[in-house]
């Protein structure tokens, strides 16, 4: 286990660097300066050259990317072109609003799409079973954005039970959490879809097991053998791609927070893009990144952590 | 005679896409209480369809026509889910086959055994635990308190099966259902399990329904055998009677076929000529009648019905007189 958890931190590194390299270099041929951007259009070349002196940009890029990359592993992310605060306290201050609206979409999934999933397995070929498939592969087919608006004209502009826009008042938990439900469901929907697909299809083929009909052999409930037999295996594919999953909620959160106009991650970069606000951009995306790679991970150590076969031979 | 298990004249169809499938015809037998009967027969020939009867485990597909299967007096095949469910595990247990797939792999031998005794609710988990390592040792599990917490990955095919057997055991049924139980395994282990297996029966006293398609095992543990051929039990008797005086013309093409009682060195060892007839089709007459070379006029006709030939001893063939 522990030389498993190793090798995938290695890995994870890895992919973060070679993350970073790309970032950096993706930006460095982005067409426009971004000292004249800073300075505005009035700035004489003298001070746009001063400008660059002082962030680095007048010396070759392979001095830049070394600089940049000891300035990350030192967390500094560089300083806003336009409010010269610190990027990586910018992003810090950004990343709760998306790590909770990430987690709630996650939470909308499991919570129903397991259960989903599970049920139309036990309950296989009945009616329920059929509607429980058409809904699933809809909230597939469904994209995001339209689930968005559809849930904003319905429950905030036509019945107007939850509220349209923001993240809530600071300090009321109650009136944050009416905000995050719109937003959630609308990333988490496509997801539940995916899960009770996925958890279906893997109870179906557990339930076939061997082991299924010993555990019927020896009169053990019904309720034992679907989530103390069934389950516990079925879920592990499951768990080895909520780590993709999330990744995948969390590009989702980007756009949800634009549409619902929530503070996050997903809006600090849409603005810094707008601006051109390239020091904004990367860190952003760089925490980004890295904030994936390591679900991944965690999802993978879980994954292999559930399974006594997989902890063992590992 | 006090059964355990007694099958009265039972016939189950499966309903498939093809046609119903026959697949067990008139079928009565008994397990007296404390005998081990050895059920025997080709692949096909009903013998899981029996088991499944017995164990109230049958496909969903399943349609039985008529008879019982009668555990120590109740019909299991009328009884309710919830009834049924308070008999398997306790009063009737099994051991499969397959002991790589029979085990749940993620969860540990010390949780399996300890689910089976989710009945004693007055038992401590400690108890329920002990208790396991106690059946773990009997079976020969070596080292039992440190390997409760293995996996079954963790452990080889035949402590596999020592496990199941064990699990079979713990709750002291009356009747151990034994599916082929060594088929999956190599040869000395086999030997080994069929020496546990009549060990325990000695032990506890458990009546025990052997199926095999091995007659050398069946002649070493059971003390009653039941021969199987497509659908129907065309011999039944003593293990004596049954090996020395097999009268039914298939029961003695199985025991001639056996590799065991070749005497002579051959290229070619024997079989029967033709196949195991389309359960959906049935041939009239007897069943056995297109691959039996002893067949006369009367076999075309009608099934012939069990008739004696000593006290235990009975087979279905016309050869033994009208009857």
């Known amino acids: 286990m522990w030389v498993y958890t190793a090798r995938r931190l290695g890995l994870a590194i890895v992919i973060i660097s070679v993350a970073m390299a790309m970032l950096f270099f993706m930006i460095y041929l982005v067409p426009g300066d971004p000292a004249s951007i800073a300075l505005g259009p009035r700035a004489t070349p003298e001070m746009k050259e001063a400008l660059r002196a002082k962030m680095g940009l007048d010396k070759p890029v392979v001095v830049q990317f070394f600089n940049f990359f000891v300035n990350v592993l030192r967390g500094d992310l560089g300083v806003d072109v336009w409010s010269n605060r610190s990027v990586s306290i910018i992003v810090v201050e950004s990343l709760p609003y998306t790590l909770v609206l990430t987690a709630v979409g996650l939470g909308w999934a499991i919570l129903l799409g397991v259960p989903m999933g599970c049920y139309s397995a036990i309950r296989r070929n009945t009616w329920l079973d059929k509607i429980s498939g058409v809904l699933s592969v809809s909230a597939i087919a469904v994209p995001s954005f339209i689930v968005a608006l559809y849930c904003l004209l319905l429950f905030a502009v036509e019945w107007k039970v939850l509220p349209a826009i923001g993240a809530g008042e600071q300090g009321d938990y109650w009136d944050q959490f009416t905000h995050l439900i719109l937003p959630s469901f609308a990333i988490g929907l496509g997801w539940v879809g995916y899960l009770a697909r996925l958890v279906r299809a893997s109870m179906l083929e557990i339930m076939g097991e061997n082991f299924i009909r010993t555990a019927r052999a020896f009169g053990l409930a019904e309720r034992t053998i679907v989530y103390r037999y069934a389950l516990k295996l079925a879920i592990l594919p499951t768990v080895a791609l909520m780590g993709v999953g999330v990744g995948n909620l969390l590009s989702g959160a980007v756009f949800a927070e634009i549409v619902f106009a929530r503070p996050g991650i997903g809006k600090l970069v849409y603005d810094a893009v707008i601006t051109r606000n390239y020091p904004v951009v990367m860190g952003a995306v760089l925490v980004t990144t890295a904030l994936f790679v390591l679900c991944t991970l965690l999802a993978d150590l879980l994954a292999a952590w559930l399974d006594p076969r997989a902890r063992a031979a590992l | ?323």
């Open chain 2, 1 to 323: 005679m006090d059964s355990v298990l007694s099958l009265r004249n039972l016939t189950v169809d499966f309903d498939t896409p093809r046609g119903m499938v026959h697949a067990l015809r008139d079928v009565s037998m008994d397990v007296p209480r404390g005998k081990v009967v050895g059920i025997v027969g080709e692949s096909g020939c009903g013998k899981s369809t029996l088991i499944g009867a017995a164990m109230g485990l049958l496909a969903n597909n399943a349609v039985v026509r008529g008879g019982r299967a009668l555990f120590e007096g109740t019909d299991v095949l009328t009884m309710s889910a919830t009834d049924l469910r308070a008999i398997r595990g306790r009063r009737i247990a099994m051991v499969f086959q397959d002991p790589m797939t029979s085990l749940n792999p993620v969860l540990s031998i010390a949780q399996l055994m300890t689910d089976i005794q989710y009945r004693d609710r007055a038992t401590s988990a400690e108890q329920k635990r002990a208790r396991a390592i106690d059946m773990l040792r009997q079976v020969g599990i070596p080292d039992p308190e440190q390997r409760i917490d293995h996996y079954p990955f963790q452990f080889s095919g035949g402590m596999r099966q020592r496990i199941a057997i064990a699990m079979a055991l713990l709750m002291n049924p009356s009747l151990l259902i034994a599916d082929e139980p060594t088929t999956a395994l190599d040869v000395t282990l086999e030997a080994q399990i069929i020496a546990l297996l009549r060990e325990l029966h000695g032990k506890f006293h458990t009546s025990i329904l052997f199926v095999s398609h091995n007659l050398g095992l069946i002649a070493e543990l059971c003390d009653e055998v039941v021969v199987m051929y497509a659908g129907e039990v065309v011999e039944q008797g003593p293990v004596r009677a049954l090996f020395h005086d097999a009268r039914h013309p298939y029961t003695r093409a199985l025991l001639e076929c056996d590799p065991a009682r070749i005497a002579q060195s051959t290229r070619q060892l024997p079989t029967i000529p033709g196949e195991v007839p389309n359960l959906i089709h049935l041939p009239a007459g007897c069943v056995f009648r297109p691959r039996c070379s002893k067949a006369f006029d009367p076999c075309g006709r009608n099934a012939p019905n069990p008739r004696p030939v000593a006290e235990g001893h009975a087979t279905r063939c016309y050869l033994l007189g009208d009857g």
